[in-house]
């Protein structure tokens, strides 16, 4: 059938936004209205007729709640198909009418597990009745509107008042969305219950999220791309607050989200400014204050840093906004945003600004998922951090303390460089980053150039990288990494050691008077 006409419908909800606007729209349409508990009072103290489901089937609900719909006329209702001469006789039969809308919305299970509810708390939060009505529904689409949005309602009333009932065409819709919120749903109570049994990796796992946006297109033009958002309360790309500027593209979400983890990596007390092109770090720096740690992180590599994202770890103020501006940019995103920086970077009306609220946690556990051929990759997220009681000094020379400093920094900006990762910092700033190569060595080579160009361009007489220190995020198979680094002028090296030349390695370092440190930990990102 096309249109549906709607004789009755049967509500009840968990969140009561706009069902008195709906009950009410229903009721002046002659819709008989059938609901339960708390939802059937609030259409009562409206003035709306309301008919108690207990009333309807004769049974009453019972065992404090968890019995009131699963009943034969409730669900016959739902699913008997309406052309079906057997369907029909049954109906007639055993005095089953048939019911034609269904809104539903489920116990807020997510969120009560959100809220840290105990065990038992979060057990009586498992709706049954309500995924059972959602898919009885649903199923018999062709005959039953069923609705799990709020959002949905306006669009349904407004059917109902212009049509005289709800077509195929967004029937047919929302079964499609409300299978996949039951699906959302189980894939909640699921993974809770795994972790109840501390099972880290279930047998079966499944993934949900809550799409934000369609994306113009993915990484490429010929591609189709969308945004979801999961159930991880964390600061970011998810949850950020955009001001202004265009959409943001696949490109710039996968960006951003990039520059944002890896500047919520450093202290908010010690002002941090990260500059990303392409996921990986073009620049990264600490100041005194965020503009002078943006003209620092600027410094490390200005070519890079057009058409980038700039991330900050503090509050973005006028004088910083002053200096980004300057230079085509993407993306801004920080905690928060001061009203005069607002209004420097309005003038650029499709640079995006972006505020989160906070930063993410770096030790915030929590899955990370990889699509291959034929499944899925799935692994904790790199919470590892290194301090200083960490370290191992492997060569004669001892790292000074200002190097130990930047090698701390260089080894967590590394943490989110594409392997091969060779990061060169100096003075709280990078000089030079060597990123995705397939050898250390030419990633060693590449971040000398980095630095030797950025000095250039600064008007400095030697390269950046005299004086440095070098992180690598994971350990020198050969010496001739090592020894590129020593030859653009570094004075110290973190790695994780672990090589089967690490004493080759070691005797390189000393030879060229180096300090080097290791760390037990590698920091490999893909």
């Not at 689409?141 to 195929?168: L, M, N, R, W």
């Not at 700033?429 to 990633?443: C, E, F, H, L, Y």
Request: proline residues 4%; contains cysteine; hydrophobic residues 40%.
């Amino acid at each position: 059938m096309d249109k549906v006409v709607i004789k009755r419908a049967l509500l009840s909800v968990s969140d009561k936004t706009g069902l008195v606007e709906l009950a009410k729209a229903l009721a002046e349409n002659g819709v008989e209205i059938l609901s339960t508990g708390g939802s059937a009072k609030v259409i009562r103290d409206a003035g709306i007729p309301v008919k108690e489901v207990a009333d309807h089937t004769g049974f009453p609900e019972m065992m404090d709640g968890r019995v009131k719909t699963l009943h034969p006329k409730i669900h016959g209702g739902f699913l008997a198909l309406r052309d079906n001469a057997d369907h029909v006789k049954a109906m007639k039969e055993h005095e089953i009418g048939g019911i034609d809308l269904v809104a539903v919305n489920l116990y807020p299970f997510e969120a009560t597990v959100a809220s840290g509810a105990d065990f038992d708390t979060c057990i009586e939060n498992i709706d049954i009745g309500g995924p059972a009505m959602v898919r009885s529904a649903a199923k018999n689409h062709g005959f039953v509107t069923i609705v799990t949005d709020p959002a949905d309602y306006p669009a349904i009333i407004d059917e109902i008042k212009t049509q005289g009932g709800t077509s195929h065409a967004m029937r047919k819709a929302l079964a499609a969305k409300a299978y996949a919120r039951t699906a959302a749903y189980d894939t909640a109570i699921s993974q809770w219950y795994a972790e109840q049994n501390g099972v880290t990796f279930p047998d079966r796992m499944t993934v949900s999220g809550t799409k934000v946006q369609e994306c113009r297109y993915g990484e490429n033009p010929h591609q189709i791309a969308a945004f979801y958002r999961n159930a991880e309360a964390r600061p970011g790309i998810a949850t950020a607050t955009q001001h202004q500027g265009k959409e943001l593209s696949y490109n710039n979400l996968n960006d951003t989200d990039a520059a944002f983890e890896l500047v919520s990596e450093f202290d908010p007390s010690v002002p941090t400014v990260a500059i990303i092109k392409h996921a990986n770090p073009c620049g990264v720096a600490k100041g005194a204050t965020l503009k002078e740690a943006y003209e620092k992180a600027l410094k490390c590599d200005p070519v890079s840093a057009f058409g980038g994202i700039v991330a900050l770890n503090g509050t973005l103020d006028a004088d910083t906004a002053t200096e980004i501006v300057k230079v085509f940019t993407e993306v801004i995103i920080a905690p928060e945003v001061t009203d005069d920086a607002k209004a420097i970077i309005a003038a650029k009306k499709n640079l995006r600004l972006l505020t989160t609220g906070g930063l993410a946690d770096p030790a915030q556990a929590a899955k990370m998922v990889k699509s291959v051929a034929g499944g899925y990759l799935v692994q904790n997220r790199d919470t590892g951090r290194i301090t200083l009681d960490d370290l191992k000094v492997v060569t004669k020379r001892a790292p000074s303390d200002d190097e130990l400093k930047d090698m701390l920094f260089a080894f967590q900006v590394g943490k989110h460089v594409k392997s091969n990762a060779i990061v060169y910092v100096r003075d709280g700033m990078t000089v030079g980053i060597g990123a995705g190569q397939m050898n250390r060595r030419d990633s060693s080579r590449i971040a000398a150039i980095r630095a030797g160009e950025a000095a250039e361009m600064a008007g400095e007489s030697e390269s950046l990288a005299k004086g440095s220190v070098v992180a690598s995020d994971a350990f020198f198979p050969f010496a001739d990494g090592l020894l590129a680094a020593a030859e653009a002028g570094a004075t110290a090296i973190i790695q994780p050691g672990g090589s089967m030349r690490d004493e080759e390695v070691i005797t390189a370092a000393d030879e060229a008077g180096l300090a080097m440190v290791f760390t037990g930990m590698r920091h490999f990102r893909h």
